[in-house]
């Protein structure tokens, strides 16, 4: 897969488009095959290291995506099957259904 990552916090010039292993979902997790993502204002100051929380690095930017199922645990009798999700900013484990 591909991704924009910084190795540190600072300028969006020091973030590289890098090729990079196909995660596998832990337990509890699944995996989304991103379809689109943006980068808005919170990942700009995110990016820099100027928002009220640091990520760890190295970072990925995109806290908006939207994609589809692509494998892991099925979350009891609602499952995520292959419908389209949308990821709720600012939390990573909390997906939307889309259409």
């Keep these: 897969m591909k991704a924009v990552i910084g190795r540190e916090l600072g300028a969006p010039e020091g973030y590289e488009l890098t090729e990079m292993p196909v995660p596998s979902p832990k337990n509890g997790e699944v ?8 980068l808005g204002y919170v990942d700009a100051l995110l990016t820099r290291g100027d928002y009220q929380v640091r990520p760890p690095t190295p970072y990925i930017p995109a806290t908006e995506f939207a994609g589809t199922y692509a494998s ?7 499952g995520f099957g292959a419908e389209r999700r ?7 484990s909390s997906m939307r259904r889309m259409g």
């Design 31 to 38: 995996r989304i095959r991103v379809e689109a993502a943006g």
């Design 72 to 78: 892991g645990e099925d979350h009891g009798s609602g």
């Design 86 to 92: 949308l990821p709720v900013p600012g939390s990573s």
